[in-house]
């Protein structure tokens, strides 16, 4: 009796073994490859993919944390070239930082373009300036809440190019420059006015007055009389 367990062999006249019909895990294979920074990613390849394997996962840091977290779009995938940092042969992947670059410059200025168009439309009277106010950092929140977060700082990614550790992942410490730049989150204006009453609404269980937070005891049962 056959085992169930060895695999089939093909001996189809002309079907060399490496040619015989695989199932899709039979093609996965998982990858590590490091960027032009030295960095080491993975994923998941089809090695069947022609004219060489190529992802069939997301691309993902390996061992790593990326603070910038890299979108996929940017991320190329393909052999490397003699050019590379390290001169290997095997298939790596290059992260387009000029591209990204230009990107995030752009989508700057189409996010300024709509923040000022958005106050225009909502105070007509004075082109939308008293919501603008004197820059950036004095614009009213119920126009921030509308237009919604502004694209990722593009100093970021020019800080990636420069070789700067917090932004290519080799230090947890992140700059003083960079804390400044990070998004602060937009509390609707609605909430502004109330957010102390509503925290009264719902205190927390230690600052309940007249009363023990911690669990009390069920009073023992008495036993019935014999």
Request: with cysteine; aromatic share 8%.
């Amino acid at each position: 009796m056959a085992d169930e367990h060895v695999m089939p062999t093909y001996t189809v006249p002309g079907i060399k073994w490496y040619d015989k019909p695989q199932k899709q895990w039979e093609k996965r294979r998982h990858h590590t490859m490091t960027d032009q920074f030295g960095r080491v990613f993975e994923c998941v390849l089809d090695t069947t993919s022609k004219p060489h394997a190529a992802p069939v996962s997301a691309i993902n840091p390996h061992g790593w944390t990326d603070p910038l977290n890299t979108p996929e779009q940017y991320k190329s995938y393909g052999k490397a070239t003699a050019s590379d940092a390290k001169g290997s042969s095997f298939f790596r992947i290059y992260i387009e930082v000029e591209r990204w670059e230009q990107d995030l410059l752009d989508a700057h200025a189409e996010y300024e373009a709509r923040v000022v168009a958005t106050a225009a439309a909502m105070s007509p009277k004075d082109g939308g300036a008293a919501l603008l106010g004197d820059g950036p950092n004095d614009r009213s929140l119920h126009l921030m809440e509308i237009v919604g977060q502004k694209p990722q700082p593009v100093e970021f990614v020019q800080a990636l190019i420069a070789g700067n550790k917090w932004a290519r992942g080799e230090s947890d410490q992140v700059p003083s420059w960079a804390r400044k730049l990070m998004p602060i989150k937009v509390i609707p204006a609605s909430r502004t006015e109330d957010l102390t009453a509503l925290r009264a609404k719902f205190p927390d269980a230690d600052d309940e007055e007249g009363s023990d937070a911690r669990p009390k005891a069920r009073p023992a049962k008495k036993e019935a009389a014999a």
